[in-house]
């Protein structure tokens, strides 16, 4: 009996004494929280994509509107809303965000005026509220974030037609 249990006592030390398996077991451990972590790294690079898309449509359709009549007809605010929403002036592509399919997408074009030294100039200003449509969205929902709103802003001198 006492060579069994030497036997049985000695692989068990031996077992503990070698290396060979520590940085499988490790990784094994370290995985699931890399994999999180890249995931993480992944969508918030997703949303600065979408955000950086929103910005520079928003600058196309001020550009457009800064070159047009004031008021702003009617006509020319849909094609603005195509050209920021679609990136084309008859709407006929698809959405550049995702986020403008959703009813709670808002995107506003208001005309101001701004005073420097005694002169007077307009300025056409576009609005967006977009909800962001996460690449893993149900990693965000597990986390508590059902719900994150892109907003962005851009202002234009009016330079007129």
């Known amino acids: ?28 451990l370290l995985a699931p929280l890399l994999a999180l972590v890249m995931v993480g790294i992944f ?43 679609t990136g084309t002036t008859d709407g006929s592509g698809e959405f550049i965000i995702p986020g403008w399919s959703h009813a709670d997408a808002d995107l506003s074009v208001a005309t101001s005026t701004f005073s420097s030294g005694g ?3 307009k300025v056409i200003r576009l609005v967006a509220s977009v909800p962001y449509e996460a690449y893993f969205s149900g990693f965000l929902q597990t986390y508590g974030f059902n719900t994150i709103t892109m907003n962005a802003a851009h202002e234009q001198a009016f330079v007129g037609d």
Do not use: H, W
Request: net charge positive; with cysteine; hydrophobic share 45%.
């Open 1 to 28: 009996m006492s060579n069994f249990l030497n036997s049985a006592f000695g692989g068990a030390k031996a077992a503990f004494d070698c290396r060979r398996a520590v940085a499988a077991v490790e990784f094994a």
């Open 43 to 85: 969508d918030f690079g997703y949303f600065l994509n979408q955000s950086n898309d929103l910005t520079k449509s928003l600058r196309v359709g001020a550009m457009l509107a800064a070159r047009s009549s004031l008021p702003i007809p009617n006509s020319l605010q849909t094609t603005i809303n195509n050209l920021v929403k």
């Open 119 to 121: 002169t007077d100039f």
